[in-house]
């Protein structure tokens, strides 16, 4: 894995633009510069398990069949003007919209508008394991493979030019919302003809070509990615010329550019500068709940941590409520579920795991578990689940020495932390998940599923077929009821095993400048930048 994905990373650096051209007051005039902590490994979130790639640039890039109102919660039209649910739920019929155009590039020019076949294309290469296309880059799409939806689906068909249908071996509830989300994004087949004819598939996700609002113009590794208007996008023309998204800096970095206006829009500002940004009248912040979730995820399959008594003893000693006051600030709920509150399955009989350090150590010593020295895994960026997650290491380091276990932090980035994840030489991540689906399943499945493991999604490496089945079962049925009361049911089940220790629902964050107008905070995570633009009458 190491491997194919510096292969990848090459790739896209060899196609950066050698300079970033453009001063920061060109840019003002012509768009806005959005700041942001992360990576990028691919530009098909088909290929990702989140990061900077889903939560910012899927909604520019590409279209999807569905969306997600950010306001009211429920699926809207998107790429599929209607839908027909038939057989119970287990095939769906999706009738597109006409006169929907694909981006022209510098390395692709399409000849047709979307069709059917784009459709059919895009869910093939992830579902169909035949497919000539599965194995580009990787073959490995970590949602989908979480939740077995190669086994899951029958067919893909096209019926006529603006019809799809999509077949499944057994009703499947949640089917919308899984392709509502940002991994389910629509190619152009046409771009994959051409790049199967010149024998360069593996350009399809390091040169995108989407129905998006934004086209990728230049990318220099690490620094910052360019993006330009499409100008035929369906649903009429982006407000801004161009959208710079920096990555250069971190921290209190990024802050200083906000502040300085370098940067229009901050994302994900650390909850401890809330107050610096509040108090500027340059600058406005909007807060919203989000459907994420920071947790710790033990490793079941590694001694002592594979022992339930294990794990609960060392989450006794854990003391979430300083985690709210020092990493969060107000900006977070303390978790007692894996699903976020917000989730029309959360129960509400769920409870905080006790603070007792002194019941966690006399537990540890009935076990026989003395002088305990474990690996904790954290990403070093910050995220939307977690604005510091070093700091949160830090803090639970400290709780753990508190009972006699010593715990060595070892940070990790992006892809290479999944690849090393599976290694499985790691005892604890501190990690979390943020989607764009209202769905619990989009929870359970790719986060503590059996089969989440082969997809690097489930960190805590703990498969209990019980559990599974009982969340097959929450798919079968197309009654709320039944389903909230199955879900009642694995949320009781997970309680009790503990896999994973819930720690954190946070307010997700956006700080920007007060010129900048029609930034829509998603609580899913990524909205598109169509609508964004500069009031200059508001400029200070």
Request: one cysteine or more; aromatic letters at 10%; glycine letters at 6%.
């Amino acid at each position: 894995m190491r491997t194919l994905f510096s292969t990848l990373l090459l790739g896209l650096s060899l196609f950066s633009a050698s300079t970033w051209s453009a001063s920061p007051g060109d840019i003002r005039q012509s768009g806005f510069v959005y700041c942001v902590n992360g990576a990028v490994t691919t530009f098909n979130p088909q290929l990702a398990s989140g990061g900077l790639v889903v939560d910012t640039l899927a909604a520019q890039l590409y279209d999807r069949l569905l969306d997600v109102d950010p306001y009211t919660y429920r699926l809207i039209p998107e790429l599929a003007q209607s839908w027909e649910v038939l057989d119970n739920g287990a095939t769906y019929r999706f009738h597109l919209r006409d006169n929907v155009h694909f981006q022209k590039t510098a390395w692709f020019s399409p000849t047709r508008t979307l069709n059917a076949d784009d459709v059919v294309f895009s869910f093939q290469r992830i579902f169909d394991r035949q497919s000539p296309w599965h194995n580009v880059n990787g073959g490995s799409y970590p949602y989908f493979d979480s939740l077995q939806f190669a086994d899951a689906v029958q067919s893909v068909k096209k019926l006529d030019k603006n019809t799809v249908e999509i077949r499944l071996h057994n009703p499947d509830a949640s089917f919308l919302w899984h392709i509502a989300t940002h991994y389910a994004p629509v190619l152009s087949a046409e771009y994959a003809d051409r790049l199967t004819k010149e024998d360069r598939q593996e350009q399809m996700d390091r040169q995108p070509v989407g129905t998006g609002p934004f086209m990728l113009s230049s990318y220099r590794t690490g620094q910052y990615i360019r993006l330009a208007r499409n100008p035929e996008y369906w649903k009429g023309l982006p407000r801004m010329p161009q959208v710079v998204i920096d990555m250069g800096a971190g921290g209190t970095g990024r802050l200083s550019k906000l502040l300085t206006g370098e940067c229009d829009v901050l994302a994900y500002p650390a909850a401890s500068q809330i107050s610096i940004l509040r108090d500027d009248p340059r600058l406005r912040l909007t807060l919203r709940p989000g459907m994420n979730i920071a947790y710790l995820a033990f490793n079941t399959r590694k001694a002592p941590l594979d022992r339930v008594e294990v794990r609960q003893a060392l989450a006794l000693a854990i003391n979430n409520e300083r985690l709210m006051e020092s990493i969060y600030y107000g900006t977070a709920e303390t978790a007692a579920s894996i699903l976020p509150r917000a989730s029309w399955a959360y129960d509400n009989e769920a409870r905080v795991t006790e603070y007792n350090p002194k019941k966690a150590r006399e537990e540890l010593k009935a076990l026989g578990v003395t002088d305990l020295h474990l690996n904790l895994w954290v990403p070093s960026a910050s995220q939307s689940w977690n604005p510091s997650p070093l700091k949160t290491a830090e803090l639970i380091q400290a709780d753990l020495a508190q009972i006699g276990v010593t715990v060595t932090i070892v940070s990790v980035e992006g892809r290479f932390q999944e690849a090393r994840l599976m290694q499985m030489n790691h005892d604890l991540t501190l990690t979390g998940w943020s989607t764009d689906s209202n769905d619990p399943d989009s929870f359970f499945r790719p986060l503590l599923s059996c089969a989440a493991i082969g997809s690097q999604t489930n960190y805590a490496h703990w498969c209990d077929p019980a559990f599974d089945e009982v969340l097959h079962k929450a798919l079968l049925s197309q009654q709320l009821a039944s389903r909230i009361d199955y879900y009642d049911r694995a949320q009781r089940m997970l309680a009790q095993s503990l896999p994973v220790l819930p720690l954190a629902y946070s307010l997700r964050l956006q700080a920007y400048r007060h010129d900048i107008q029609g930034l829509v905070l998603s609580p899913f995570g990524n909205a598109s930048f169509a609508g964004v633009h500069r009031d200059k009458g508001e400029e200070k």
